[in-house]
């Protein structure tokens, strides 16, 4: 499965290597091109990116989309569906949880709309479960929060508070801040569909 990892702007401590085809958006391109990273396209209206720095871009990107800066997606949505259509399966978007409250909002938004993708940066990742057992080993973050996308029904095994057939609502706040108990845990999905995030405290 081809994987691409995204690289939003929004923090400039973006790390050193990737695993998968990486792709630039917007200032993240910036970002990207000030540390010497190849890039497999860059992507945004870049409206706030100087001329010298768009330069910088074109060197390390293999091919630059400029986008229109009246549009009805957001340049990381853009960037997803192009991801989409050049055939990528696993897609994770690196930094897109920083900055602005509106954009962090609408990448979360995207994760129902995209169930192959995955925000990560410095302190968390978020992904979707579907329905179905789905094991959980033990992850570099400490704490593992449950929350439902749709109206679920939910299992926890090897969890520090585990729960058996739990129904949750959309705004059900019982799956916060769990911990994992043993080196494999488990969430089931026996309906509906979840939101993780692991995280840890910096």
């Known amino acids: 499965m081809k994987k691409a990892v995204l690289v939003?702007?929004?923090?400039?401590?973006?790390?050193?290597?990737?695993?998968?085809?990486v792709?630039?958006?917007?200032?993240?391109?910036?970002?990207?091109?000030?540390?010497?990273?190849?890039?497999?396209?860059?992507?945004?209206?870049?409206?706030?990116i100087e001329d010298v720095d768009k330069q910088e871009i074109e060197t390390y990107a293999k091919q630059m989309i400029v986008?229109?800066?009246?549009?009805?997606?957001?340049?990381?949505?853009?960037?997803?569906?192009?991801?989409i259509r050049r055939?990528?399966?696993?897609?994770?978007?690196?930094?897109?949880?920083?900055?602005?409250?509106?954009?962090?909002?609408?990448?979360?938004?995207?994760?129902?709309?995209?169930p192959s993708l995955r925000l990560l940066d410095t302190q968390n990742e978020v992904f979707t479960l579907g329905e179905g057992t789905h094991d959980i080993g033990s992850p570099a973050?400490?704490?593992?929060?449950?929350?439902?996308?749709?109206?679920?029904?939910v299992s926890l095994v090897g969890f520090v508070y585990p729960l058996n057939h739990a129904m949750f609502e959309i705004d059900t706040t019982l799956g916060l801040s769990n911990e994992i108990q043993k080196e494999n845990a488990r969430i089931i999905v026996h309906s509906g569909r979840l939101m993780i995030i692991l995280s840890q405290d910096k």
């Open 8 to 21: 939003c702007g929004w923090q400039d401590d973006i790390p050193s290597s990737f695993d998968g085809d």
């Open 23 to 48: 792709v630039g958006i917007d200032r993240g391109a910036w970002l990207l091109a000030r540390q010497k990273t190849t890039m497999a396209f860059a992507i945004g209206d870049f409206d706030s």
């Open 67 to 83: 986008l229109s800066t009246h549009k009805d997606v957001s340049d990381t949505e853009a960037a997803i569906d192009e991801c």
């Open 87 to 114: 055939g990528y399966g696993d897609i994770v978007l690196w930094g897109g949880l920083g900055g602005r409250f509106d954009h962090a909002w609408v990448n979360l938004l995207l994760l129902r709309k995209h």
């Open 141 to 153: 973050c400490k704490y593992v929060s449950v929350f439902a996308l749709l109206p679920s029904e």
